[in-house]
């Protein structure tokens, strides 16, 4: 199902760096800044320091996405890669699911 190229998306971006030495989100922020560009974001979920390679490290800014995701927040997820996104193959499917079959946008900066 696709959302009427008339009505606004809205979308959420989500911001992952693996490892941030220095601590002061300036990766954090050149992602944030490709990725804002000409969307009506409502919000915005960082893992700062949080690697995706591990699945059973835990990604609260993802996790809670993932819910306001399904509560139906908005409808697109903008990330700077998809590997920012996740590093799971079944966490990526499931992304793809819910972009074919409920229309989710999924956009890389």
């Known amino acids: 199902?696709?959302?009427?190229?008339?009505?606004?998306?809205?979308?959420?971006?989500y911001l992952r760096i693996s490892?941030?030495?220095?601590?002061?989100?300036?990766?954090i922020d050149r992602q944030r800044e490709q990725c804002?560009?000409?969307?009506q974001v409502v919000e915005t979920y960082v893992?700062?320091?949080?690697?995706?390679?591990?699945?059973?490290?835990v990604r609260p800014a993802y996790d809670q996405?993932?819910?306001d995701y399904k509560a139906g927040a908005f409808d697109a997820i903008i990330c700077y890669d998809l590997d920012r996104l996740?590093?799971?193959?079944?966490?990526?499917?499931?992304w793809i699911d819910a972009s074919e079959l409920r229309g989710l946008a999924l956009v890389t900066a």
């Open 36 to 39: 804002e560009a000409q969307w």
């Open 19 to 27: 490892l941030d030495r220095e601590m002061d989100g300036l990766a």
């Open 86 to 94: 996740t590093r799971q193959p079944r966490q990526l499917e499931d």
């Open 1 to 13: 199902m696709s959302v009427p190229s008339s009505t606004p998306r809205k979308a959420a971006i």
């Open 47 to 57: 893992d700062q320091s949080k690697s995706a390679t591990d699945r059973t490290k």
């Open 65 to 67: 996405m993932v819910a």
